[in-house]
C-alpha cells in the first residue's frame, strides 16, 4: 500500500507537530488533554471520541486576539500566514531562559522578508515532556520587533512560548515578543518541533489552524514540505 509521494514528483511531507492526547504538555496553568470515547465500534458501530483541549494545545497557532482584544481572530487572518519558504534560524547551544536577541538573526538578514515564515530553532523539543521543558530560551522583544520591522509575520519557535514562561518562580510576565508579532497581525506557532529537518534549500512551512469561531488560537498540523511543491 505504502508509497513513495516524492518518488512520484511530489514533496516530501515532514511533520513538525507533537501528538495531542492526555501526555500533551501544556502551558504552566493549562489543563492537559482529556480525550473519551463518544461512541465505540461495539456499541455503536463507530469509532469517535470527546475531546476536552485547550485552544493552544501541543503544537499550534496563536492570533492577535490572543493578547489584544480589538486584535483579529484565526479566522481574519489570511490563510497566507500559515504558509511559507522556511527560515530556520539556529539558536541551538543556549543555556536555559537565555533571551535570544536581535543579532541572532544576522546570518539570516537577506532572508527576513514580508512571507517568510521564521522558524527559532532553540533545540528545546529535546526537553519536551520535562521541567525542563519550562525553561527555554526565549526571543528578545528587540528579536522579535526586528522580524516585524523587516515584513516577518509569521514566527515559529521549538518551544511553549516566544517569551520567557513563568514557572516554579523563575520568569516573569513579559509579554514583549508575543505583542509584537501578534500586534502587527501576525501570528505565533509555538511547541514546534524537529526543526533541523526543515532547514534545507526550498524548504516550505505549513500549519493551518482549526477554524474555531473562538479564534484566539487552535492547534496545527505543522510541517515542511522539502523538494518540489510546485
Ligand atoms: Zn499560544
Known amino acids: 500500500m505504502a508509497t513513495d509521494p516524492a518518488a512520484a514528483g511530489g514533496a516530501r511531507v515532514i511533520d513538525l507537530s507533537h501528538p495531542v492526547g492526555p501526555g500533551t504538555q501544556v502551558f504552566p496553568g493549562d489543563t492537559p488533554p482529556v480525550v473519551s470515547p463518544a461512541c465505540t465500534l461495539a456499541a455503536d458501530g463507530y469509532n469517535s471520541v470527546r475531546l476536552d483541549l485547550g485552544s493552544h494545545t501541543g503544537t499550534h497557532a496563536d492570533a492577535p486576539y490572543h493578547f489584544l482584544s480589538d486584535g483579529p481572530r484565526l479566522g ?30 544576522g546570518p539570516w538578514e537577506d532572508r527576513l522578508e514580508p512571507g517568510a515564515v521564521v522558524l527559532v530553532r532553540t533545540g528545546w523539543d529535546r526537553h519536551y515532556g520535562t521541567e525542563a521543558y519550562y525553561d527555554h530560551p526565549y526571543l528578545s522583544g528587540a528579536a522579535a520587533r526586528l522580524l516585524v520591522a523587516r515584513g516577518v509575520r509569521t514566527v515559529g519557535l521549538d518551544t511553549l512560548s516566544p517569551d520567557e514562561t513563568p514557572y516554579a518562580g523563575r520568569g516573569g510576565e513579559d509579554w514583549s515578543a508575543h505583542l509584537a508579532v501578534l500586534g502587527a497581525g501576525g501570528t505565533v506557532v509555538e511547541n514546534l518541533r524537529g526543526l533541523a529537518a526543515a532547514d534545507a534549500p526550498g524548504a516550505r512551512f505549513c500549519a493551518f489552524p482549526l477554524r474555531l ?17 510546485s
Open 76 to 105: 481574519d487572518l489570511p490563510l497566507e500566514l500559515f504558509t511559507g519558504p522556511a527560515v530556520v534560524v539556529d539558536a541551538t547551544g543556549l543555556a536555559p531562559r537565555t533571551p535570544i536577541g536581535p543579532e541572532a538573526f
Open 213 to 229: 469561531e473562538s479564534g484566539d488560537g487552535a492547534p496545527v498540523r505543522a510541517v515542511a514540505l522539502l523538494g518540489d511543491a
